[in-house]
């Protein structure tokens, strides 16, 4: 099991720029999967990017693809979400998640992810 906690959220205009972080407790962040999620209001948490425990197989929505990269530094315990080209419909509460599981690639099911952040607030204006 780990804790997460995101940090990164704000209010930036349509066109513009966020990074979200994700730190994590645990000796064991080096071998778990890690996802990001977002939840907009009356909407379904939804899947947003998911990254290997070696960082080098990663999967996207197809809405933030080109757009958004995740990344992560297991010696500092962090994953993290660059996120350009902003836009209005990217206005959501975002979680970031871990999956202990071995699955080749990262999973995009939210049902595999074990442990969750309390999550950060991103929010476009237009």
């Known amino acids: 099991q780990v804790q997460l906690v995101e940090s990164g959220g704000g209010l930036v205009q349509a066109g513009g720029s966020l990074r979200l972080a994700c730190a994590a407790s645990?000796?064991?962040?080096?071998?778990?999967?890690m996802g990001w999620f977002r939840q907009a209001p009356g909407k379904e948490r939804e899947f947003v990017a998911a990254?290997?425990?070696?960082?080098?197989?990663?999967s996207y929505a197809d809405s933030v693809k080109g757009r958004f990269t995740i990344s992560r530094d297991n010696a500092e315990n962090t994953v993290y979400l660059q996120m350009n080209t902003l836009k209005p419909e990217d206005t959501a509460v975002y979680y970031c998640?871990?999956?202990?599981?071995?699955?080749?690639?990262?999973?995009?099911?939210?049902?595999?992810?074990?442990?969750w952040g309390q999550g950060t607030q991103v929010t476009v204006s237009s």
């Open positions: 990254i290997s425990w070696s960082g080098r197989r990663t």
């Open positions: 645990g000796r064991t962040f080096g071998t778990y999967a």
């Open positions: 998640a871990a999956d202990p599981g071995s699955s080749y690639y990262p999973p995009k099911d939210k049902n595999e992810y074990n442990d």
